[in-house]
């Protein structure tokens, strides 16, 4: 069984910075793409940011030049740096990776920006 364990969400004034962090434990082989969504209450869930095995990434272009994503395969863990925050980036973030051709989910951390 594998679990995606996420931390760093808080509360931060706009133009702050918070640093997501998602780390995958239990019987893992391989980890291939990496990824963070985010879910505003009454929306759909988004995609945020991916990046993949080989350190490919791409963003939603809300989050373009705030965000980085970044990855330590060593400890199967992804990171969500994100700079210069907006009030409309408050929302529910979740990590999901794919293990073993499995996909995961962690459970989320929320993310609130005030104005």
């Known amino acids: 069984q594998v679990q995606l364990v996420e931390s760093g969400g808080g509360s931060v004034q706009a133009g702050g910075s918070l640093r997501l962090s998602c780390a995958a434990s239990?019987?893992?082989?391989?980890?291939?793409?990496m990824s963070w969504y985010r879910q505003a209450p009454g929306t759909q869930r988004e995609l945020v940011a991916v990046?993949?095995?080989?350190?490919?990434?791409n963003y939603a272009d809300s989050v373009k030049g705030r965000f980085t994503i970044s990855r330590e395969n060593a400890k199967n863990t992804v990171f969500l740096q994100m700079n210069s925050l907006k009030p409309e980036y408050t929302a529910v973030y979740y990590c999901?990776?794919?293990?073993?051709?499995?996909?995961?989910w962690g459970q989320g951390t929320q993310v609130t920006v005030s104005s």
């Open positions: 990046i993949s095995s080989s350190g490919t990434t």
């Open positions: 999901k990776m794919s293990v073993d051709l499995r996909t995961y």
């Open positions: 239990g019987s893992i082989i391989t980890v291939t793409a």
